[in-house]
């Protein structure tokens, strides 16, 4: 089973500014990554696919990289509305898998 | 407009048997995986697994193969998640989700299901 590590596990960061956010697999996923947002009290909500390409209605300010094992998702010009937990998924391989999420706080 | 509406929130004791419900509605039910995905209290995702309601494959995580049941019946566009014994630790949100194909994510979710199982 492949493992993803999040981190870091909480992240501060002030609005307006930007928060980089890294997801790291046991062994190579190529481009087979999602990233997900998750509210309180909310079900999560698709943001990437493919390691790199929004889904739909994603803004412009939040962007992903990365490929094989290492992998960043981007928020710029953090707004309030940001606040969330952020989680990483490979599928590469089956089972599926989650990283065990990354807390954004905005200060 | 596509949407996944799940069955209401459970209190259960251990050893009791339970199903929950995922309808889906504004789209073709059956030509769309249904995934399962745990959620303990305070704690991250979990997958549980995957039911295809047009011929209902079934794929299950390891963790949970032999813990849970998933079906569906296309009939009436519903998708499955069924214990036979609850445990304490089921305790959990349990929310389904539909997933694109090539590649696989979810794109569409219920709003959950919270399981409470006590004594």
């Known amino acids: 089973e492949i493992v993803m590590t999040q981190s870091p596990a909480t992240l501060s960061v002030s609005p307006g500014e930007r928060a980089t956010l890294s997801c790291r697999a046991s062994e190579s996923v190529s481009s087979d990554l999602v990233w997900y947002q998750q509210k309180p009290g909310q079900a999560p909500r698709l943001l990437i696919y493919?390691?790199?390409t929004r889904a739909t209605d994603i803004p412009a300010r939040i962007s992903a990289s990365g490929s094989g094992t290492e992998f960043t998702l981007t928020i710029s010009s953090l707004q309030s509305e940001d606040s969330a937990i952020y989680y990483c998924q490979q599928y590469k391989n089956w089972p599926y898998t989650f990283g065990q999420g990354t807390k954004l706080e905005i200060k | 407009e596509v949407q996944l509406v799940q069955s209401g929130a459970e209190v259960k004791k251990p050893g009791e048997s339970l199903k929950i419900s995922c309808k889906g509605s504004g789209y073709d039910f059956s030509t769309y995986w249904i995934g399962w995905v745990r959620q303990k209290p305070g704690k991250g995702l979990e997958w549980m697994g995957i039911?295809?309601?047009?011929?209902?494959?079934?794929r299950y995580s390891p963790s949970f193969k032999g813990q849970v049941f998933m079906s569906t019946d296309k009939s009436t566009n519903n998708a499955y998640l069924e214990w036979s014994s609850l445990k304490a630790s089921d305790t959990a949100m349990y929310y389904c989700a539909r997933l694109v194909v090539g590649p696989p994510y979810f794109d569409f979710w219920g709003q959950g299901t919270l399981v409470t199982v006590s004594s």
């Open positions: 493919g390691a790199s």
């Open positions: 039911v295809y309601p047009g011929d209902t494959d079934i």
